[in-house]
């Protein structure tokens, strides 16, 4: 005679898929905290890379302008931003500012120059 004895249910336990989907939402928040950091700094990226054409934009109209920094009207027309990106530029003639700010990026970056 062979007696079967009875088997062990082969399913989790409640606390084993307790832990698992503690773990999967960890990993989840993780994920997605460092997308966002990632996205966040590609954002910024192209707000620097946007100031620096706006500068060398700047810099080639004022060549053109007869050693002057252009007015802020003439830059206003020159200078293409996106939805998403402000630029300010202000200049007293010997000296400018460009500010450039992203509501995407929830960040700005400036650049000033002066020739005193």
């Given amino acids: 005679l062979y007696m079967w004895a009875k088997s062990k249910s082969s399913g989790f336990t409640i606390v084993e898929l307790l832990i698992v989907i ?6 989840a928040a993780i994920t997605i905290v ?4 990632v996205q966040r700094q590609a954002a910024a ?10 500068q060398r934009e700047i810099e080639a109209l004022k060549v053109d302008n007869n050693d ?7 830059v206003a027309l020159e200078l293409q931003v996106s939805d998403t990106t402000t630029l300010e530029y202000t200049t007293d003639g010997a000296s400018y500012c460009v500010t450039v700010s992203s ?3 929830r960040t700005s970056f400036y650049v000033s120059s002066s020739t005193n």
């Fill in 22 to 27: 503690v773990v999967i939402g960890i990993l």
């Fill in 34 to 37: 460092a997308f966002n950091g």
């Fill in 45 to 54: 990226s192209v707000l620097r890379a946007d100031l620096g054409q706006a």
């Fill in 68 to 74: 002057q920094y252009p007015t802020e009207q003439t």
């Fill in 103 to 105: 509501t995407e990026a």
